[in-house]
């Protein structure tokens, strides 16, 4: 099993380019989320999705966009990339049954 | 969404055990307390979970008081590869299962 597959690991962005990150898990995991994590900081959760078709917002969802359409994908789009969205971008999945989270190795954005 | 505190830094000597603390006072009757970690800048790591009863697996040990109101998360035996950030959550395993990450504790083990 890969587990949680997130791509592109780096990416670098003009003000106002718009993008996709990518999150695949080969579990059929339930429970896919996203969350950001700036320098020294926590993560905070920004959307989550509880199976295909089914999306909510978290803590910080401005300026994102998801969709479920499978159960093993779940991307984040950035509509008009800004400065304020350079941090690193982990995706993370579950089953609901027993909550364990299982991350994928992270997105390093960079908004210039 | 219940929420959690704790202390944002502790140190352990090496070999020793460590203790982490976490309150989760409005902690909710369906709601499971997880442990997770973060060495460096790699994604966070699972540790474990429970309910009301203690909890030990290959990693470390959790203790949740009668009240549910705090929890302590035991490494036996710390090494300098334990220092890490760890988080203490509080999420339901019915209806919610959006899981919010606190500040967390930086432990630093030290030689």
């Known amino acids: 099993n890969a587990g949680v597959t997130q791509t592109p690991k780096f990416q670098v962005l003009k003000t106002g380019q718009s993008m996709t990150l990518q999150c695949a898990q080969d579990m059929n995991h339930e429970y896919m989320s996203w969350y950001r994590q700036d320098p020294g900081m926590g993560l905070r959760l920004i959307h989550y999705?509880?199976?295909?078709?089914?999306?909510d917002q978290g803590e910080v969802p401005n300026g994102y966009n998801v969709s479920r359409s499978t159960t093993e994908d779940f991307p984040l789009r950035l509509l008009s990339a800004a400065p304020s969205q350079t941090s690193v971008y982990f995706c993370a999945s579950s089953d609901l049954s027993s909550g364990e989270l299982f991350f994928g190795e992270g997105s390093r954005l960079t908004v210039l | 969404d219940a929420k959690t505190t704790q202390p944002p830094s502790m140190d352990c000597a090496e070999g020793r055990a460590a203790n982490l603390p976490c309150n989760h006072s409005t902690i909710s009757g369906n709601e499971y307390v997880y442990w997770y970690r973060q060495i460096h800048s790699q994604g966070p790591q699972y540790i474990i979970h429970g309910l009301k009863n203690n909890e030990t697996n290959e990693m470390a040990s959790l203790i949740i008081t009668e009240d549910r109101k705090s929890s302590t998360l035991i490494l036996p035996h710390a090494t300098l590869r334990d220092t890490a950030v760890y988080y203490c959550?509080?999420?339901?395993?019915?209806?919610?299962?959006?899981?919010?990450f606190g500040a967390g504790t930086r432990l630093f083990v030290k030689a």
């Open positions: 959550i509080v999420r339901g395993n019915t209806g919610g299962f959006k899981t919010i």
């Open positions: 999705s509880v199976g295909a078709g089914i999306t």
